[in-house]
């Protein structure tokens, strides 16, 4: 009896380890070196490297470019994107993303809530615009620099900044001078978000790049998804954030009636 707890065990843990390893490659999609990986894992380098082999027997994961990496396979893009399928917000959503991107002319992206992140979920390059943000789909967005993240926050009844910050302080860094850092700004800032309807990255991932976002509201009237559009902040200048936020909240609006919402920004 002992002996097969044991084994059952053994066994669970080489799972949790295995998908520990996927998730941590999903943020090096160009690949990520032996040493490197053991290091986040807090694995030694030989079990990281006999997990990598049956990932990669499976055919999960494979060797990247460069000698002694490892990345994700397209397996585990298919996984994701059947997962995406079955999320209804994308057919839903997407038609007036479509417009919204062709109106504007800027990448359109579209989000969800993880936990103490925004993932994304949809992405529309730029029609016109020339900047081509990096950002993609399934990429993790830390919410106290992202546009979208502080929708998510803001909009939360049931969010703690205290608990947040305390709880991510170690992932905190000031990207751009302008990347909030300070507890008591980001309080000001969730304030003001919620006031105006929309939340602002004013280049504080990325200078010389603006994003602007607004919630989507599901039938429950709580904040689901958030959507945005991001743009070089020379090119904001000639669109003008008036004109660019009056379509981005009316998209807003208009999938969150979709939703069967009836609160509107």
């Given at each position: 009896?002992?002996?097969?707890?044991?084994k059952k065990a053994g066994s669970n843990?080489?799972?949790?380890?295995?998908?520990?390893?996927?998730?941590?490659?999903?943020?090096?999609?160009?690949?990520?070196?032996?040493?490197?990986?053991?290091?986040?894992?807090?694995?030694?380098?030989s079990t990281t490297h006999r997990m990598?082999?049956?990932?990669?027997?499976?055919?999960?994961?494979?060797?990247?470019?460069?000698?002694?990496?490892?990345?994700?396979?397209?397996?585990?893009?298919?996984?994701?994107?059947?997962?995406?399928?079955?999320?209804?917000?994308?057919?839903?959503?997407?038609?007036?993303?479509?417009?919204?991107?062709?109106?504007?002319?800027?990448?359109?992206?579209?989000?969800?809530?993880?936990?103490?992140?925004?993932?994304?979920?949809?992405?529309?390059?730029?029609?016109?615009?020339?900047?081509?943000?990096?950002?993609y789909i399934g990429q993790n967005l830390?919410?106290?620099?992202?546009?979208?993240?502080?929708?998510?926050?803001?909009?939360?009844?049931?969010?703690?900044?205290?608990?947040?910050?305390?709880?991510?302080?170690?992932?905190?860094?000031?990207?751009?001078?302008?990347?909030?850092?300070?507890?008591?700004?980001?309080?000001?800032?969730?304030?003001?978000?919620?006031?105006?309807?929309?939340?602002?990255?004013?280049?504080?991932?990325?200078?010389?790049?603006?994003?602007?976002?607004?919630?989507?509201?599901?039938?429950?009237?709580?904040?689901?998804?958030?959507?945005?559009?991001?743009?070089?902040?020379?090119?904001?200048?000639?669109?003008?954030?008036?004109?660019?936020?009056?379509?981005?909240?009316?998209?807003?609006?208009?999938?969150?009636?979709?939703?069967?919402?009836?609160?509107?920004?």
């Amino acid at each position: 009896m002992k002996e097969e707890q044991d084994k059952k065990a053994g066994s669970n843990q080489s799972l949790i380890r295995g998908l520990m390893l996927i998730d941590i490659l999903s943020n090096f999609p160009n690949g990520c070196p032996l040493a490197k990986l053991a290091e986040l894992s807090k694995l030694n380098k030989s079990t990281t490297h006999r997990m990598l082999q049956t990932l990669q027997a499976c055919g999960y994961v494979k060797a990247a470019n460069s000698t002694g990496s490892y990345r994700l396979t397209l397996k585990s893009l298919s996984i994701g994107q059947k997962t995406l399928n079955s999320i209804n917000i994308l057919s839903v959503a997407a038609p007036y993303l479509e417009k919204l991107n062709l109106d504007i002319g800027e990448t359109v992206n579209l989000s969800m809530r993880d936990q103490h992140r925004a993932v994304m979920i949809y992405k529309l390059e730029p029609t016109t615009g020339m900047l081509r943000t990096r950002a993609y789909i399934g990429q993790n967005l830390e919410l106290y620099c992202s546009a979208m993240g502080k929708i998510f926050m803001a909009y939360d009844d049931n969010f703690t900044l205290a608990d947040y910050w305390q709880n991510n302080q170690h992932n905190i860094q000031q990207h751009t001078a302008t990347t909030i850092i300070e507890q008591s700004a980001m309080r000001i800032e969730l304030n003001k978000i919620k006031e105006e309807g929309y939340a602002i990255d004013n280049e504080e991932n990325e200078q010389g790049v603006t994003c602007f976002a607004c919630p989507i509201f599901n039938i429950s009237g709580n904040v689901a998804y958030s959507v945005s559009v991001s743009l070089s902040t020379v090119r904001l200048q000639h669109i003008g954030q008036a004109n660019l936020l009056a379509q981005l909240k009316q998209a807003a609006n208009s999938i969150s009636q979709e939703l069967g919402s009836q609160r509107e920004i």
